[in-house]
């Protein structure tokens, strides 16, 4: 009797733990499908076998309705990626303003005199504009650099001449002291920091803050294949084992590393002779004794004597003070605190300057394409010009007190850049949703959604979606890392319905074209069964 008393007990026990678990189920699934098929087309795309697998956020909203549409896991935390960047970029838009212009001087503390002589150093400062390059702007579709890298540096150097200076008795000075040397997010990875996508950041940015390797076949198999590196070719030393193969031998297999915080190049590998060739673009060291370097070389092409040595000036984080800005007390765009800033710098003579086009040209870029070193330096600018200083910390804060004004709990987020290269950043997709619905209720939201790409058409998302009921018909922002991929923005449904809506999928073990194979179904789900407007 004793046996069967505990037999049905535990048979109870286990048919109350069913029941609690289909209850969870349900509650980490909210759906709202009155009128549309939509939560059935989307479970449909998530139970496929190897999708299933992997860890699933989503949420969409009705801006036209106020209700949710679909929601899975909506309040759990993700791996956010590059939509880290909505946050960074929202806030920069709200607290900075479109219409931000940077500007970079080269100045003397010292005077010219009659003979052309600067009895003092010469610096080029850097005060965070990400555009010093050849890139053409406005943005139209993509990216295009059609203009010479160092236009802008050579502007500068012709203000100078044109200033009469003939002798700089001092030093030429790299000056990225506007912002904190931090060149790097906490939770990037080691080999981020060769590549274009993890180049450091700098107030005193030259080209992205990359060099341009261009690697071509020899005239015969077996000689080492060529290289060269533009704009600047002495900043890297080269060890080329990369050899040249006979015709038909390929795919070209080019290897290269850099050990950090070292300027020498190994490449290896092979390239067929009948191969087109290859570009790659490397990040740099020191982006500030960079643009000394260059800056000096132009100086001296045009005929002026410098006598002192290429230095940088940087401004230490240790220098700074430790005055920090609680969610509690959230930095809110009105000024922040400016106790950890650096020192007021002597007054200079300014010999040369230079002004950027508009901020929100800058943004376009930064959402339409995914430029991660841009969405750093956007975060450091709110630090610096709304926060406590020109630092991660100051950055994340001002963003902290900007998204607690936005209605977003800070349970919901953890943020440790600002362009989502860091592992360690989370963020449930309610949150997202909530950014882009308060976005979309503000004075600046439609040059903030006209930021983003556009699905079949431009950007990160110009080859998605194409031939499909979503081409053009979603704005979006991407996101991918290893094991993640994300997509949320705003879309307008076959009914003309306007729908918010984050899709973060994290932990998946598959090819990542088969994850965004799988977010554009979605995507496609919502746009044809969304619903009705009312």
């Known amino acids: 009797m004793r046996a069967r008393r505990h037999a049905a007990l535990l048979f109870i026990w286990l048919l109350l733990l069913s029941c609690a678990a289909a209850n969870a189920a349900k509650k980490s699934?909210?759906?709202?499908?009155?009128?549309?098929?939509?939560?059935?087309?989307?479970?449909?795309?998530?139970?496929?076998?190897?999708?299933?697998?992997?860890?699933?956020?989503?949420?969409?909203?009705?801006?036209?309705?106020?209700?949710?549409?679909?929601?899975?896991?909506?309040?759990?935390?993700?791996?956010?990626?590059?939509?880290?960047?909505?946050?960074?970029?929202?806030?920069?838009?709200?607290?900075?303003?479109?219409?931000?212009?940077?500007?970079?001087?080269?100045?003397?503390?010292?005077?010219?005199?009659?003979?052309?002589?600067?009895?003092?150093?010469?610096?080029?400062?850097?005060?965070?504009?990400?555009?010093?390059?050849?890139?053409?702007?406005?943005?139209?579709?993509?990216?295009?650099?059609?203009?010479?890298?160092?236009?802008?540096?050579?502007?500068?150097?012709?203000?100078?001449?044109?200033?009469?200076?003939?002798?700089?008795?001092?030093?030429?000075?790299?000056?990225?002291?506007?912002?904190?040397f931090e060149r790097y997010g906490e939770g990037w990875a080691q080999?981020?920091?060769?590549?274009?996508?993890?180049?450091?950041?700098?107030?005193?940015?030259?080209?992205?803050?990359?060099?341009?390797?261009?690697?071509?076949?020899?005239?015969?198999?077996?000689?080492?294949?060529?290289?060269?590196?533009?704009?600047?070719?002495?900043?890297?030393?080269?060890?080329?084992?990369?050899?040249?193969?006979?015709a038909g031998t390929g795919p070209r297999r080019v290897y290269i590393t850099r050990e950090p915080g070292g300027n020498e190049l190994t490449m290896w590998g092979n390239i067929p002779i009948d191969d087109p060739g290859a570009t790659e673009a490397l990040a740099i060291e020191d982006p500030a004794a960079f643009a000394a370097k260059v800056f000096r070389q132009m100086l001296e092409q045009r005929g002026v004597v410098i006598y002192g040595r290429t230095r940088t000036k940087h401004t230490e984080l240790a220098s700074l003070s430790t005055f920090t800005v609680t969610a509690s007390a959230p930095a809110n765009g009105g000024g922040g605190d400016v106790q950890s800033r650096p020192p007021a710098v002597p007054m200079t003579l300014v010999l040369a300057s230079y002004e950027s086009q508009p901020l929100a040209e800058d943004l376009r870029v930064i959402n339409k394409v995914s430029q991660n070193l841009h969405a750093e330096l956007m975060l450091r600018l709110l630090g610096r010009e709304k926060g406590t200083g020109g630092t991660v910390q100051a950055g994340l804060e001002v963003v902290r007190g900007f998204l607690t004004q936005a209605g977003i709990s800070p349970d919901q987020f953890v943020f440790y850049d600002g362009s989502g290269l860091s592992r360690q950043n989370?963020?449930?997709?309610?949150?997202?949703?909530?950014?882009?619905?308060?976005?979309?209720?503000?004075?600046?939201?439609?040059?903030?959604?006209?930021?983003?790409?556009?699905?079949?058409?431009?950007?990160?998302?110009?080859?998605?979606?194409?031939?499909?009921?979503?081409?053009?018909?979603?704005?979006?922002?991407?996101?991918a890392l290893g094991h993640v991929s994300t997509l949320s923005g705003y879309l307008t449904t076959l009914s003309g319905d306007r729908v918010v809506f984050s899709i973060m999928a994290n932990n998946f073990n598959v090819q990542s074209k088969r994850s965004t194979e799988s977010i554009d179904q979605i995507v496609n789900a919502i746009v044809t069964y969304g619903a009705k407007k009312h």
Request: hydrophobic letters at 35%.
């Open 191 to 246: 080999d981020d920091m060769v590549w274009e996508w993890g180049a450091p950041v700098s107030a005193l940015t030259i080209n992205d803050n990359v060099v341009y390797v261009n690697i071509l076949p020899a005239d015969h198999p077996g000689d080492r294949a060529f290289v060269d590196i533009t704009p600047y070719a002495e900043y890297y030393r080269v060890d080329n084992r990369i050899m040249t193969t006979p």
């Open 426 to 479: 989370l963020v449930t997709p309610h949150a997202i949703v909530l950014l882009l619905k308060y976005a979309d209720s503000q004075v600046w939201g439609p040059k903030f959604i006209d930021t983003l790409p556009v699905a079949g058409v431009d950007g990160s998302l110009a080859g998605r979606m194409k031939d499909s009921p979503a081409q053009g018909r979603v704005q979006g922002k991407t996101g």
């Open 29 to 180: 699934q909210k759906v709202e499908s009155k009128g549309s098929g939509l939560a059935d087309e989307i479970n449909k795309i998530l139970s496929q076998p190897d999708i299933a697998r992997g860890y699933w956020g989503i949420e969409v909203d009705s801006l036209t309705t106020g209700k949710v549409l679909y929601s899975l896991n909506e309040d759990k935390l993700f791996t956010p990626a590059s939509n880290t960047k909505l946050f960074t970029t929202a806030a920069t838009m709200a607290l900075i303003g479109s219409d931000y212009r940077f500007r970079t001087t080269v100045e003397t503390s010292g005077a010219v005199d009659k003979y052309g002589r600067v009895n003092g150093d010469l610096m080029l400062v850097g005060r965070g504009d990400p555009n010093i390059s050849g890139r053409n702007l406005p943005y139209s579709v993509r990216t295009q650099r059609t203009l010479p890298p160092m236009q802008v540096l050579q502007q500068l150097a012709d203000q100078v001449v044109k200033r009469g200076v003939k002798f700089v008795d001092g030093d030429v000075i790299g000056d990225d002291s506007y912002f904190a």
